[in-house]
């Protein structure tokens, strides 16, 4: 009976060893894929700004924090030329604070040229806390992206005017929005680049129609029902954490949840993501 009582034991004990093993082997698997895979997000957005038909397609990549997918990034290289877009947006963290090799970023940004020469950039934290970041900026430049240092330009499709802004980094204070703006029509649809989300937190009445941000990465560690556990600048269950967030008055802003990591190299249930943004007229 003794005997019994034991094997029964030993059973139990290793039927609750398979379990956890398996739940561990689980979240290991789902970690490596949310961190080492990505997807593709689409937002859309509508405005009374636009004329009858307008549509415009953004392709927003942020926080890629100098990581790879695929070979020379040929896995994102070859989504961007799939999804075809209009315009991309680089909304900063290209490289990371520590990244002593330029080479990856840069040569993602000349590809990313290549398919498009209508790639703007503007800058994140991890640029402007590195030592190479001039440097950094001057590779960007030379392969052709356009930098909104604190400025804007225009850009058409098809007779309709959009204007482009950008600011660097607001998280460590190098915006200028005077700057940004100067010269502006805000009648005309406003994009507005800016790394830091919680620009709209320090200009509250910012005068752009959508504002396209990362810095954030979602939290990175994502759980159900709660959302990001931690981000930057926020710390513990940020407000802003990703996605659309009315501004009122058809103002929005987006926060994109990036491709690379840092601090820690993983996401959970947030997987890496670039972002499709269509922007149409209402009617």
């Not at 700004?49 to 695929?70: M, N, P, Y």
């Not at 290549?114 to 900026?137: Q, S």
Request: glycine share 6%; proline share 3%; net charge negative.
């Amino acid at each position: 009976m003794k005997r019994k009582k034991k094997t029964q034991s030993n059973l139990k004990r290793g039927i609750m060893l398979s379990i956890l093993l398996l739940a561990v082997l689980s979240l290991a698997i789902k970690i490596y894929f949310d961190t080492s895979t990505f997807k593709v997000n689409r937002e859309q957005f509508s405005s009374v700004k636009l004329e009858a038909g307008t549509e415009l397609t953004i392709l927003q990549i942020t926080d890629v924090h100098s990581r790879l997918f695929g070979e020379n990034n040929e896995q994102v290289l070859e989504k961007v030329k799939e999804l075809d877009a209009d315009i991309i947006v680089l909304t900063g963290d290209l490289i990371d604070r520590k990244t002593e090799n330029l080479e990856i970023a840069l040569q993602l940004a000349e590809e990313l040229v290549r398919v498009n020469p209508d790639t703007y950039f503007v800058t994140g934290n991890h640029e402007h806390e590195n030592p190479k970041k001039e440097a950094f900026l001057a590779g960007l430049e030379d392969r052709g992206v356009i930098i909104l240092s604190n400025e804007n330009t225009q850009f058409e499709k098809d007779g309709q005017q959009f204007n482009m802004a950008g600011v660097n980094d607001v998280s460590t204070d190098h915006e200028d929005m005077t700057a940004a703006f100067s010269g502006l029509d805000t009648d005309q649809y406003t994009i507005l680049l800016s790394h830091a989300p919680s620009v709209v937190q320090k200009y509250p009445d910012i005068r752009a129609d959508i504002v396209l941000s990362g810095h954030t990465h979602g939290g990175q560690v994502r759980l159900p029902f709660i959302g990001a556990l931690v981000a930057p600048d926020e710390g513990l269950f940020p407000e802003l954490q990703k996605g659309v967030y009315p501004l009122g008055d058809e103002r929005y802003l987006y926060i994109d949840s990036g491709l690379g990591t840092s601090a820690l190299p993983i996401r959970f249930l947030n997987q890496s993501q670039i972002s499709l943004i269509t922007i149409q007229s209402e009617q």
